[in-house]
């Protein structure tokens, strides 16, 4: 009776090896089982790399010589890509003041006011400069096909996008630090800064390669993309589904 059960249990030992051998360590192909395709001038063992017709065409980036040849962007571009970024940024701007709310336990809009202002102008300088570092392009400027390089076609460095970042607030500060000195209420407390931001935007006609002032004062420049191609929208297509 001993003897049976030492049988059973080594077929049931033999059971449970090919069970693991089968779904957990499957053993792997043979080397001749592997279908290579040889170029004629390759070394042996070497695989065929893909056609060239076959690789998905992605769309080339801009260096240096192809940033000289593109044309400054079209101020409704701009402004329509500033109109996008606004909306965007309000969620960004929502949950900043929440955290700073929750964390600083503020429990009224005048409590901790300045230092609000301070965290919020510091997210914005973080949310801008890291887009324009790492591409030039924020997702509103993407839309628009539009980006920001230096003067000289390259990739902008931290320097410079703090630097454009600061600049960029004359679009509003001069308008509201005019109506805060003059005491103003109503409507124009509206009005001033928009007369700021009109005269600041069309300011671009005074350079002659369109650029706002503060572009001008940073040393960047904000140029029109190209269309994207058809091969290049399924290029995107493709990888954005993988």
């Given at each position: 009776m001993e003897?049976?059960?030492?049988i059973k249990r080594f077929a049931l030992g033999i059971a449970i090896q090919k069970l693991l051998k089968k779904y957990l360590f499957p053993p792997c192909p043979p080397p001749h089982s592997v279908q290579r395709t040889m170029l004629p001038f390759a070394r042996p063992g070497t695989l065929n790399p893909t056609p060239a017709k076959h690789r998905p065409t992605?769309?080339?980036?801009?260096?240096?010589?192809?940033?000289e040849s593109l044309q400054p962007a079209p101020l409704k571009s701009r402004l329509l890509a500033m109109v996008y970024e606004a909306m965007l940024l309000f969620g960004v701007?929502?949950?900043?003041?929440w955290l700073f709310s929750t964390l600083l336990q503020q429990r009224h809009a005048l409590y901790l006011r300045d230092n609000l202002q301070y965290w919020l102008f510091l997210v914005l300088g973080m949310y801008f400069c890291w887009f324009w570092r790492h591409g030039g392009q924020t997702l509103a400027?993407?839309?628009?096909?539009?980006?920001?390089?230096?003067r000289e076609g390259g990739i902008l460095s931290w320097k410079r996008a703090v630097a454009r970042y600061v600049l960029a607030w004359l679009w509003f500060v001069p308008g509201l630090a005019t109506a805060r000195y003059l005491h103003?209420?109503?409507?124009m407390?509206?009005?001033?800064?928009?007369?700021?931001?009109?005269?600041?935007?069309?300011?671009v006609f005074l350079d002659r390669d369109r650029q706002f002032p503060h572009d001008r004062f940073a040393g960047t420049r904000i140029v029109q993309l190209?269309?994207?191609?058809?091969?290049?929208?399924?290029?995107e297509k493709t990888s954005s589904s993988r």
């Open positions: 003897k049976a059960f030492e992605l769309p080339a980036p801009v260096n240096d010589l192809q940033s701007l929502f949950i900043s003041t400027m993407k839309t628009w096909r539009i980006r920001l390089l230096t103003v209420q109503g409507w407390l509206l009005l001033l800064p928009a007369l700021n931001m009109a005269l600041w935007a069309l300011a190209p269309p994207i191609a058809p091969t290049e929208k399924a290029a």
